[in-house]
């Protein structure tokens, strides 16, 4: 019995956060460190790949400066991107990328400076494009008959803060009804420079999600008939959900009690 206890034990210690690497005595910050790398994107069964760290978070919402009444305030996570992919990118990835590079060639464009790269990771298909050449590729994915993206389910926007010169992601889910095929394109720009142009002569539903994302991240959609805010009042200053916007609030009353702004809030971490 004591040898089962006992193998069940070392079984436990073997499961815990960095008891492979660290031995007794690991710090909480190093185990979270550790841990935090789970959610960073998958590499090739296998191996190890090189991914882009753009930042570490600390805390439940990545907020810094006021009260963290979550209680979570030590957890550390890690956001990476995923680099670029070698090929084979495996199914139907190959062929339609080469589909869309020789339609860029044919139209006298440089397809290395119009797809920044090719990124397949968990089984998804994402082209990272130049933002100036957004509509174009929109257009051949949607025209081309062996391509056939009729349908794009919107567009959303990321914050990245620590990717310098590229904060601002714009981000497009594509669907091909003919081939089933589903697709992801990326856009990025600078906070200096948050211009992305608009794709609603290629496909007009998205013309309110341009707007929800200008209102809420901010990211301009030059070309867009009528850019105004969604959610926010039309005199709201700033974009609430950019990772950088103060968290602010306002007091909440019920019962005769006051729950005060989580900005002013007491601290639990």
Known sequence: MSERNDDKQSAADAAKPGSATAGIGQSSTAAALEGGAQNIPAGPLGGRTQLEVVATRHGMFGAGESGDTSGFGGLVTTVALPPASERPYGGWFDEAVDILVELLAEQGLDPDAVIERVVVDRGELTLFIAREYIVTVCRNLRDDQDLRFELCLGVSGVHYPGDVGRELHAVYHLMSVTHRHNLRLEVAAPDADPHVPSVIDVYPGNDWH????????????????????????DDWVGHPQRKDYPLGGIPVEYKGA???????RRSYS
């Open 210 to 233: 341009e707007r929800e994302t200008w209102d809420l991240m901010g990211i301009v959609f030059d070309g867009h008939p009528s850019l105004a805010r969604t959610a926010m009042p």
């Open 258 to 264: 006051v729950i005060p702004p989580p900005d002013t």
